[in-house]
């Protein structure tokens, strides 16, 4: 006897639906009340969320996210930028809104920095260092070269100290001490801060020194570096506020000012790192909060100090002006209630543990549609934050931003008459 004619004709009946299921895919366009609602460009309470525009069905096995240029989409095209290559992006919603030879591979010169403070930032977030702990400078340290906080040997110095020299003078002295402080030494710092770029997802980055002191290959891109510096707000917010808005930092009876020169430009902006050396030119990775919005630039081989201000600030006002960042979902919200097969509850929560935004040109709100991918059948147990789906964002047919969907609330098995039920049920459906 055959396959065939053992599944007779229910079970080739069940395979065409469950195939047709795997196919189907709807939209839904987003209430007219949910134009109305973006994020607002001057400080305000956020808004509440819009109502929830109905789910699709479609069975296709959730996706990573994906980030897309949705300055493609605005009738105002970016402005040219002098600059070898660069990006702007939307941290509230995580989008890109713009970018310029992004994946290129560049050297960073000081922005090296990002993910030296980011490892010493989780080195105090799980207790291997303290801010009031004092450290021993190295010879190394002392004499390494370039930009410096004038840090001496046989003369402790803070761990807070030498945050401020590594992020506010850009002092490779103090960057050395404290990749010491973490790793033993700065080699070791080197092998961490890669393992580090490897889980954060940075692709196209690999680091030989912790300072950025120039070496052929130690390079990045600046989408590396957006990420790099997007987690670093997002895991560290208390630390990030602390250190890099200082504009000026006085040790030894050295005072040394910010290089970021849109600190003193724009009241907005609050971080985050410049860099610069004859291989990379002039760089600047940059930050604002305008309302409930933050724009990060990334920008790399200005021609001079003050064109990568000007040119950063050209580029992160554009961001702010031409597009709106509208909340979708809240946090925890139910996105969609699909049903569940061999479960205690007959349908399940999916949504995202964060709230959802989405940028799109400005005035356009009103055109995104939603549409969900998920696993289907569902099928018990289903276990909090156990992606299942993704959310997809559409704006005139075109895709400006797609969000895992997790299990919110648990969904235990049914009992075993409720199991034998249901799988009678999933035979014949």
Same mark, same amino acid.
């Not at 299921?21 to 939209?27: E, P």
């Not at 299990?407 to 235990?412: A, F, G, I, Q």
């Given at each position: 006897m055959n396959l065939r004619s053992t599944l007779g004709a229910t079970g080739r009946r069940y395979a065409l639906t469950?195939?047709?299921? @795997? #196919?189907? +895919?709807? &939209?839904?366009?987003? %209430?007219?009340?949910?134009?109305?609602?973006?994020? %607002?460009t001057a400080p305000a309470t956020a808004a509440g969320p819009a109502?929830?525009?109905? !789910?699709?069905?479609?069975? @296709?096995?959730? =996706?990573?996210?994906? #980030?897309?240029?949705?300055?493609?989409?605005?009738?105002?095209?970016?402005?040219? +930028?002098?600059?070898?290559?660069?990006?702007?992006?939307?941290? &509230?919603?995580?989008?890109?809104?713009?970018?310029d030879r992004a994946d290129e591979r560049v050297e960073p010169a000081s922005l090296t920095k990002v993910m030296s403070a980011y490892l010493v930032f989780n080195a105090l977030k799980e207790k291997r260092l303290s801010?009031?702990?004092?450290?021993? +400078?190295? /010879?190394?340290?002392?004499r390494t070269g370039g930009s410096r906080m004038f840090i001496e040997p046989r003369k402790p110095v803070s761990v807070d100290e030498l945050i401020r020299g590594m992020i506010i003078q850009s002092g490779n002295d103090a960057t050395v001490a404290l990749a010491e402080a973490v790793s033993g030494t700065e080699e070791a710092f080197a092998t961490l801060m890669n393992q580090e770029a490897l889980r954060l997802g940075l692709n196209n980055t690999h680091f030989v020194n912790s300072t950025g002191l120039p070496d052929p290959t130690h390079v990045t891109t600046?989408?590396?570096?957006?990420?790099?510096?997007?987690?670093?707000?997002?895991?560290?917010?208390?630390?990030?506020?602390?250190y890099y808005k200082e504009r000026q930092f006085t040790y030894n009876k050295i005072s040394q000012p910010n290089r970021n020169r849109l600190l003193f430009l724009d009241p907005s902006v609050d971080g985050m790192k410049t860099g610069h050396t004859d291989a990379a030119g002039y760089c600047l990775i940059a930050s604002a909060m305008r309302g409930d919005r933050r724009i990060l630039t990334v920008m790399v081989g200005a021609a001079s100090e003050h064109a990568r201000s000007q040119e950063s600030l050209k580029l992160m006002n554009w961001s702010f /002006?031409?597009?709106?960042?509208?909340? +979708?979902? @809240? !946090?925890?919200?139910?996105? @969609?209630? %699909?049903? *569940?097969?061999?479960?205690?509850?007959? &349908?399940?929560?999916? =949504?995202?543990?964060? %709230? $959802?935004?989405v940028t799109v040109p400005r005035g356009q709100a009103g055109n995104i549609k939603s549409g969900i991918e998920r696993t289907d059948p569902l099928v018990a147990?289903?276990?909090? =934050? /156990? /992606?299942? =789906? &993704?959310?997809?964002?559409?704006?005139?047919?075109?895709?400006?931003?797609?969000?895992?969907?997790?299990?919110?609330?648990? *969904?235990?098995?049914?009992? $075993?008459?409720?199991r034998a039920f249901d799988a009678m049920r999933l035979w014949f459906k």
């Open positions: 469950a195939l047709a299921s @795997a #196919m189907l +895919v709807t &939209t839904t366009a987003l %209430p007219a009340a949910f134009a109305a609602a973006p994020a %607002p109502a929830a525009p109905a !789910a699709t069905t479609s069975s @296709a096995q959730p =996706g990573a996210p994906a #980030m897309s240029s949705v300055g493609l989409l605005s009738a105002i095209p970016a402005p040219a +930028v002098a600059a070898r290559s660069w990006v702007t992006i939307d941290v &509230t919603s995580d989008q890109v809104l713009a970018e801010l009031d702990q004092t450290i021993n +400078v190295s /010879q190394k340290a002392w600046a989408r590396d570096l957006a990420l790099l510096a997007k987690r670093l707000i997002q895991d560290h917010p208390a630390y990030y506020s602390t /002006q031409n597009f709106d960042t509208v909340r +979708v979902y @809240a !946090a925890n919200q139910a996105v @969609a209630e %699909p049903p *569940v097969w061999k479960g205690s509850a007959k &349908t399940a929560k999916l =949504g995202s543990p964060q %709230p $959802i935004w147990p289903l276990l909090p =934050g /156990q /992606q299942v =789906g &993704t959310l997809k964002l559409t704006l005139n047919d075109k895709p400006v931003r797609e969000v895992p969907l997790v299990v919110l609330e648990p *969904v235990e098995l049914a009992g $075993i008459f409720g």
